[in-house]
């Protein structure tokens, strides 16, 4: 690179696995690397589901983005939402008309929740993709109990206890699992008018099995599981509608007055803006390199990317998310340090580059205490030692050493004593107007006890 000459420009979208690597990968290359996100944090999403079931809290499972780069010199974090992409000239486009220009681009933006065409039924239904889906999904399962304690029916009482799930991948089993927990350990003693041990769990999914990226073998164990723990696992059901009072499948109806989404993802739509093929689910068909067809300088990673490796598509989890985005982040910085040296060529050819390779280090389900099915390197484990493994590797994978440390002690805590630390109502906590009219019978008896 010339003396004086500006610093090549890389911009990440998305301060996740993915492009939270690709950030890291650029430490110490001579680029400006700029990371932009609509959130100021960095969300380990396969513990997710544990804040939505009272287990952990939001801060136990994120860490600032600035504090996590605050010893990359050459990486600047900015809170923004892109709106799109420009190619021609360069650009990532936000809102009134302002832009940052890039010399190389990294769409990390992942994806969000699918309800296949029918996008009224997110406001009944809440997926699991964010924070606010966590504690809104939390709010709802805990306000479900309290609900059914002062139900003046007992159809009304066991519709407040039934939870209907829809999506039998990892997400779905192991809020199954988690809410029938809470239901038949945790909340067991606090209630005087219901016995919570009657909830009703429902897991529908429209696959022949559970967890399809698992061995059938391991994907019965799980189905098994559930069912001991109390779980109706519904496979072959497809879901036709769902309402405030329950749920459709075909033709039946299903009293349930919490239903919760666990099935289908959609690509961040900023995707779109590229101009380039899409998948059904908005997915970028990216080239062996991650890169954009005809653009040897955008690439496209994680949840946003279709690409095949070894003749089989790479999965949306978050080991592949990593992988993409250190093997981006890596070859940038290698392709820029070659551009700086005397004599180089002022744009590396792609030719040269080595597609990249997913490495399955295999599938890790929790589905509840002690009860777990995994598979690594051909072998599959099921029981206490399966949930052992997916307790390590997800203590690993966590950010910040405090966050190890918490999560492992809530852990602890809740394996002696199945308390859940998290049990807050937070955000609007006033029932229905028709329930509590339908409540004031009980309500009342309980207030002339005092």
Not at 165 to 173: E, K, S, W
Not at 317 to 344: C, D, F, H, T
Request: hydrophobic fraction near 45%; glycine fraction near 8%.
């Amino acid at each position: 690179m010339k003396a004086g000459a500006r610093l090549p420009r890389v911009v990440i979208v998305g301060g996740g696995f993915a492009g939270l690597n690709a950030a890291q990968a650029l430490s110490g290359a001579p680029a400006e690397v700029t990371l932009i996100d609509r959130r100021n944090f960095h969300l380990f999403q396969p513990l997710l589901y544990q804040v939505a079931t009272a287990g952990l809290s939001p801060a136990d499972i994120a860490s600032p983005l600035r504090h996590v780069l605050r010893k990359q010199k050459n990486c600047r974090v900015v809170l923004a939402e892109p709106m799109g992409v420009d190619l021609d000239k360069r650009r990532v486009k936000f809102e009134e008309g302002v832009c940052i220009e890039y010399d190389w681009l990294v769409l990390a933006a992942g994806a969000t929740h699918s309800y296949f065409g029918h996008d009224e039924w997110e406001e009944i239904a809440p997926g699991l993709k964010t924070v606010e889906d966590a504690t809104e999904i939390r709010r709802r399962i805990l306000l479900a109990f309290e609900s059914a304690e002062y139900e003046g029916s007992e159809e009304a009482r066991r519709a407040a206890l039934t939870f209907a799930i829809v999506g039998g991948g990892a997400t779905g089993v192991e809020m199954a699992g988690s809410i029938m927990e809470i239901a038949a350990k945790t909340v067991a003693q606090d209630f005087r008018n219901i016995d919570t041990k009657t909830t009703r769990v429902i897991l529908f999914d429209g696959n022949d099995r559970l967890l399809p990226a698992f061995s059938p073998e391991s994907s019965a164990r799980a189905k098994r599981t559930l069912e001991k723990m109390g779980v109706e696992v519904r496979l072959k059901a497809f879901v036709t509608n769902v309402t405030r009072n329950g749920i459709y499948v075909g033709e039946e109806f299903i009293a349930a007055r919490s239903v919760l989404w666990a099935a289908g993802v959609r690509a961040n739509p900023i995707g779109a803006s590229l101009g380039v093929p899409l998948e059904k689910s908005g997915q970028v068909k990216v080239e062996a390199d991650l890169t954009v067809p005809g653009q040897s300088r955008v690439f496209v990673v994680g949840d946003m990317a279709s690409v095949t490796s070894k003749g089989k598509p790479v999965p949306g989890v978050a080991p592949a998310a990593i992988q993409m985005g250190r093997y981006v982040g890596r070859l940038i910085a290698s392709e820029i340090s070659a551009e700086a040296r005397p004599g180089s060529a002022a744009d590396a050819s792609p030719a040269a580059r080595q597609s990249f390779v997913y490495w399955d280090k295999g599938s890790l389900a929790t589905i509840g205490k002690a009860k777990a099915v995994a598979e690594i390197a051909g072998f599959r484990f099921a029981g206490y030692f399966a949930w052992l493994i997916w307790s390590l590797v997800h203590i690993m994978f966590l950010i910040s050493f405090r966050n190890r440390l918490i999560v492992m002690f809530n852990w602890a805590w809740g394996w002696f004593f199945f308390s859940k630390s998290a049990r807050l109502i937070t955000g609007e906590s006033n029932m229905r107007i028709d329930e509590v009219k339908a409540n004031e019978s009980v309500i009342g008896r309980e207030v002339a006890k005092f």
